[in-house]
């Protein structure tokens, strides 16, 4: 099955500060791609889907880049802020089979005022 | 629109007690619906889903079953909890018509087995 590794499992960076996430894979199929936001205690909220043909995928306060050569996704926060504290979990799913989303480890982000 | 349901919000049970866990889905028809379990501190691992009534296709079984007795409606049960069980179950759906789908999660149903 695919084995995805996230990157860091904590961190801490100051308010206006940048933080980037990482999620490697290594199944060289096609995949969409998906970044969860989880606050403590609650569900999941969905930050980004991104397909395997999109390299940079913008969003509000974030982008998403996916490295295909290196098989590496990536979240970067540009200016953080303390709402953007939270658990940040990657998602991978195989085109063509049963929409089974399989997670990476998570990324709890702390942000400092 | 479409709106996820999931209950009760916490449970704090004995180990070897029976458990059921529910989850409905307003504003549309034939969804596919995914039960999945988070460990505390831990990532999300996808136990059951379903694409039909009265289908449904375990992942990982954690000795735990789920049914879809409607389209609507997905239930997580067990007879006999362990302590193992405890953790965060998230229930989600999707369109239910392609695949590679989006999933939306509900908010959750937490347990504590003692």
């Known amino acids: 099955g695919e084995q995805v590794e996230q990157r860091p499992p904590h961190l801490s960076v100051r308010e206006g500060d940048s933080a980037v996430i990482t999620c490697t894979y290594t199944?060289?199929?096609?995949?969409?791609f998906f970044w969860y936001k989880q606050e403590p205690g609650a569900s999941l909220q969905l930050l980004m889907k991104?397909?395997?043909?999109?390299e940079i995928n913008e969003g509000q306060g974030f982008t998403v880049l996916l490295n295909k050569k290196d098989k590496r996704l990536s979240l970067n926060l540009t200016a953080a802020h303390p709402g953007d504290s939270a658990a940040y979990f990657c998602g991978f799913m195989a085109t063509g089979g049963n929409n089974k989303l399989t997670f990476g480890q998570g990324t709890v982000l702390s942000v400092i005022p | 629109a479409q709106t996820i349901h999931q209950w009760p919000v916490a449970e704090i049970k004995a180990v070897g007690s029976p458990l059921s866990l529910g989850c409905t889905i307003k504003?549309?028809?034939?969804?596919?619906l995914y039960w999945y379990w988070q460990a505390t501190g831990g990532t999300l691992q996808q136990l059951f889903y379903s694409i039909t009534v009265g289908q449904v296709e375990s992942v990982v079984q954690l000795n735990l079953s789920a049914s879809r007795p409607k389209d609507d409606q997905f239930i997580l049960s067990t007879e006999k909890l362990l302590l193992s069980h405890s953790g965060f179950y998230l229930c989600?759906?999707?369109?239910?018509?392609?695949?590679?789908?989006?999933?939306?999660f509900g908010s959750g149903t937490r347990l504590t087995v003692l």
């Open positions: 199944d060289p199929n096609s995949y969409y």
């Open positions: 989600a759906w999707s369109l239910g018509t392609s695949s590679a789908e989006t999933l939306y």
């Open positions: 991104v397909f395997s043909s999109t």
């Open positions: 504003g549309k028809s034939s969804p596919n």
